[in-house]
């Protein structure tokens, strides 16, 4: 396995489907599907510390990213779940990248929950929200 730097390469259309597969229930701030050029527009604006896709075997299998606040993001194309590559990809980006980090995760999402338990993080934070954005 390999992860490969969203920002040397031409990913926005692998990134681009790894959104449409997610579900609302999945997210915490996608709230709709982007048009293509506001899609293209974010990843080139390289909004987080780093961003990689998670290759095996030359195939694009999901992306993980690590904010500037230490935060972990990761998401793997339905498709290739169950083969213990998003469990690899927060070790590997726990390696390069040393320190506490804290995964969001919609409270609704119990299989990312318990992907994370999994790992052995710990619930150290409740977030509500008052009014809509």
Not at 47 to 69: C, R
């Amino acid at each position: 396995m390999n992860l490969i730097s969203v920002y040397n390469t031409q990913a926005e259309p692998v990134l681009y489907e790894l959104l449409r597969e997610r579900t609302p229930g999945q997210s915490i701030s996608h709230k709709g599907m982007p048009a293509w050029d506001e899609h293209v527009r974010f990843v080139r604006s390289k909004p987080y510390h780093a961003w990689l896709l998670i290759e095996h075997d030359g195939i694009a299998v999901g992306s993980v990213y690590v904010t500037h606040q230490n935060e972990i993001g990761i998401f793997i194309f339905n498709d290739h779940r169950g083969h213990g590559y998003g469990k690899w990809a927060v070790q590997e980006v726990h390696r390069l990248f040393p320190g506490p980090h804290l995964a969001n995760i919609n409270p609704s999402n119990d299989t990312s929950r318990g992907f994370f338990e999994g790992l052995g993080a710990k619930l150290v934070q409740v977030t509500y929200q008052l009014g809509s954005t």
